[in-house]
């Protein structure tokens, strides 16, 4: 009995060993970029057709672990670790994920605050859909759809059926897209998805234009199109409330090296660009996607009586108090001061008594005073802090306040001398009333 348990635990303590590289090199706050990344593909060829794409990726330190979707081996969770940090679906036509991995599974992992890129296509499962209706996006609803438009197409030799759209339709944000400026339109075919209006996450990153349309375009219209104009995104991201980002596009090609290198000119347009802004656009915001740009984190919370240093457990109503707070930004290789105007602090009790917005001395650290309300119960310093692009922060910490005590208070009040005036006038009356009752005859 004794040797098959001896063999049992050695093969225990070996899965645990095999474990430990994933567990030290996933997603790290305070190193956002350390990360491992799963690539799911329909086919491996997409490995070489899309390979611009993945170097970039790894020439930024991500590692990359290619599997095809129907892999039996497919496992992100093992011993309640997840053993990737980011998931990139390369596979619209998969019917079913191999191993353990299925929708639910997908979206455990982004509700457990890892990122995702999802690429749809005109050949997009049931599967690829469910799970971006999920996270917020509805692809067309007919499965030969694909996005059409006539003004807005992308010169070629061929005539074709204005399927190949050129878009320069982009958010206007630097930190999702960086600060440097897309020139060449991006280069898109596949199909369109509008976003659930009840989802207020989810944000056009490539629209279409005024003139798109999605239909089937092979066939005449018999019916008015279901998705139009700029209702019509083709690129759309989300960033959940635990901070997780997902990229969700209809169209594999846009990652592809073809249309990488490929040049553009929009129809109507004089200017000819010798290379797409495709590469651009993918990369930039897989840069965000990925927390590179746009990723805060909040130190050094710190409060206490104007004066001291010492932070109080318990404020008196009416204190004067100074509250700071340090703020950064990842670069991508190491955190910076984060620089803004609009961090604001709250002294919440049931409702905000103060709100403060915080000067800053440009180097990250964020701070302000203010008097403490005349009112005692227990409060919270919070910083909810929401910008586009950037992710939440939500700091809070509480604190007691007192009234004053009975030796405390002044030993007369200002605002009490007519009080006490009609008291001294009161008994004067009544002294001189006494008197004159008294010995008048």
Same mark, same amino acid.
């Given at each position: 009995?004794?040797?098959? /348990? ?11 060993? #095999?474990? *430990? ?19 799911? @593909?329909?086919? @491996?060829?997409?490995? #070489? ?18 599997? @095809? ?13 997840? *053993?990737?940090?980011? $998931?990139?679906?390369f596979s619209p036509s998969a019917d079913r994920f191999g191993g353990s991995l299925n929708i639910e599974g997908v979206l455990d992992f982004v509700d457990s605050g890892h990122d995702l890129i999802l690429a749809g296509d005109s050949n997009a499962s049931d599967l690829i859909r469910n799970i971006a209706a999920e996270c917020g996006v509805e692809f067309d609803e007919d499965t030969s759809a694909m996005v059409i438009d006539h003004a807005g197409y992308a010169v070629s030799e061929t005539e074709g059926d204005h399927t190949l759209i050129a878009s320069d339709e982009f958010i ?9 400026? $897309? ?10 998805? #509008? @976003? ?6 989810? $944000? ?29 995104? $083709?690129?759309?991201?989300?960033? %959940?409330?635990?901070? %997780? ?27 000819? !660009?010798? /290379? ?8 930039? *915001? ?18 206490? /009586? ?24 990842? #670069? ?20 905000? !008594? ?42 809070? /910490? ?38 004159? !009752?008294?010995?008048?005859?």
């Open positions: 009995m004794a040797a098959p /348990k001896s063999v049992a635990v050695f093969f225990a303590v070996l899965n645990l060993i #095999s474990l *430990l590289p994933f567990i030290a090199f996933s997603f790290s706050p305070d190193q956002p970029t350390d990360r491992k990344i799963l690539v799911l @593909l329909d086919d @491996l060829s997409i490995k #070489s057709s899309h390979s611009i794409f993945f170097t970039t990726l790894q020439s930024r330190g991500f590692d990359l672990d290619f599997k @095809l979707a129907d892999d039996p081996s497919i496992a992100v969770k093992r011993y309640g670790q997840y *053993l990737y940090d980011g $998931l990139v679906l206007q944000s630097d930190v999702i897209l960086g600060s440097k400026k $897309l020139e060449a339109p991006v280069l898109f075919k596949g199909i369109g998805h #509008s @976003l659930n209006p009840e989802n207020s996450l989810v $944000l056009k990153v490539l629209s279409a234009s005024s003139s798109a349309y999605s239909a089937n375009p092979t066939s005449k219209l018999s019916n008015p199109p279901s998705l139009t104009g700029t209702a019509i995104s $083709l690129v759309s991201v989300i960033q %959940a409330r635990n901070n %997780a980002r997902i990229m969700i596009s209809g169209s594999l090609g846009l990652f592809s090296n073809r249309l990488f290198r490929s040049g553009v000119q929009k129809i109507g347009s004089l200017n000819k !660009y010798e /290379k797409s802004g495709n590469e651009q656009f993918v990369t930039e *915001l897989s840069k965000w996607i990925f927390h590179e740009r746009g990723h805060l984190k909040a130190v050094n919370l710190k409060h206490n /009586k104007v004066g001291e240093t010492e932070e109080p457990s318990i404020y008196r109503i009416n204190d004067d108090l100074e509250f700071s707070v340090e703020i950064f930004e990842w #670069s991508g290789t190491s955190w910076v001061p984060y620089v803004a105007n609009d961090v604001q602090v709250q002294f919440y009790m049931m409702s905000p !008594y103060v709100l403060k917005t915080l000067s800053t001395n440009q180097k990250g650290l964020y701070h302000t005073s203010f008097k403490v309300p005349d009112v005692y119960g227990v409060f919270q310093f919070k910083v909810e802090y929401q910008r586009l692009g950037y992710t939440t922060l939500s700091l809070s /910490k509480q604190i007691p306040v007192r009234p004053f005590k009975h030796n405390e208070y002044e030993r007369f009040i200002t605002t009490a001398f007519p009080y006490y005036g009609a008291s001294f006038s009161t008994m004067a009356g009544f002294f001189i009333f006494s008197i004159v !009752y008294l010995y008048n005859k």
